[in-house]
């Protein structure tokens, strides 16, 4: 199993970016499945994700109004639309995927991880 993303890059401050990853080996019918970040020097954080139990979308306070998640359960795959990008932003993308009862979306509750994508915005 093995979760493959695509569509980092290099963007201005004020931007966007669309971020997507593919599934493969399972599917998200028991697994919330999203992303989280890791910015230089600092901790891997929760980013967004979509809950297996009633697909509800959840976003850090940092994003919110700004990123966007969603899925195409048909292809397995799941998305990030970035926009309003910030340099605070500039991090490592992780898709990852948690097991439905998870309780808090943190590295510590994550079973299968990307390989993850660099996402810098300049200002």
């Known amino acids: 199993v093995q979760l493959v993303e695509s569509g980092g890059g290099l963007v201005q401050a004020g931007g966007s970016l669309r971020l997507s990853c593919v599934a493969l080996g399972f599917t998200f019918d028991d697994y919330a499945v999203g992303w989280l970040r890791q910015a230089p020097g600092k901790e891997r954080e929760g980013v967004s994700y979509?809950?297996?139990?009633?697909?509800?979308?959840h976003y850090a306070d940092s994003v919110k109004g700004r990123f966007t998640i969603s899925s195409d359960n048909a292809k397995n795959t799941v998305y990030l639309q970035m926009n309003s990008l910030k340099p605070e932003d500039t991090a490592v993308y992780y898709c990852?995927?948690?097991?439905?009862?998870?309780?808090?979306?943190?590295?510590?509750?994550?079973?299968?991880w990307g390989q993850g994508t660099q996402v810098t915005v300049s200002s």
């Open positions: 990852a995927a948690a097991p439905r009862n998870f309780k808090s979306w943190n590295p510590f509750w994550i079973d299968i």
């Open positions: 979509i809950s297996a139990s009633d697909g509800s979308t």
